[in-house]
Nanobody
Framework: QVQLEESGGGLVQPGGSLKLSCTTS????????MAWYRQAPGNQREYVAM???????NYATPVKGRFTISRDNAENTVSLQMNNLKPEDTAVYYC????????WGQGTQVTVSA
């Protein structure tokens, strides 16, 4: 069974940075666009960013210019570098392929607070 494993979350002050990582199977990683999503308490899961196998990226408006998604094809890992974090970025962050054909992982908690 293919799995997704997210890591790298934590507590950070506003303006700080975190780097999230997500690993999955090679069969998924090499074939599909990979994306990050997030879900804040009381909200639905929302799209954050995506990266195609060829390295084309796209970002949701709230994170554009602050977050950078990247892929490490040797490690089957997709990362999300998050800079200038804001309290409204607080959420559980998940990764998945597009389409979301893999069962969702546990996610990684990001908390931005003074």
């Amino acid at each position: 069974q293919v799995q997704l494993e997210e890591s790298g979350g934590g507590l950070v002050q506003p303006g700080g940075s975190l780097k999230l990582s997500c690993t999955t199977s090679e069969s998924i990683f090499r074939r599909y666009t990979m994306a990050w999503y997030r879900q804040a308490p009381g909200n639905q899961r929302e799209y954050v960013a995506m990266c195609t196998p060829d390295g084309v990226t796209n970002y949701a408006t709230p994170v554009k210019g602050r977050f950078t998604i990247s892929r490490d094809n040797a490690e089957n890992t997709v990362s999300l570098q998050m800079n200038n974090l804001k309290p409204e970025d607080t959420a559980v962050y998940y990764c998945n392929a597009i389409p979301n054909i893999v069962d969702w992982g546990q996610g990684t908690q990001v908390t931005v607070s003074a």
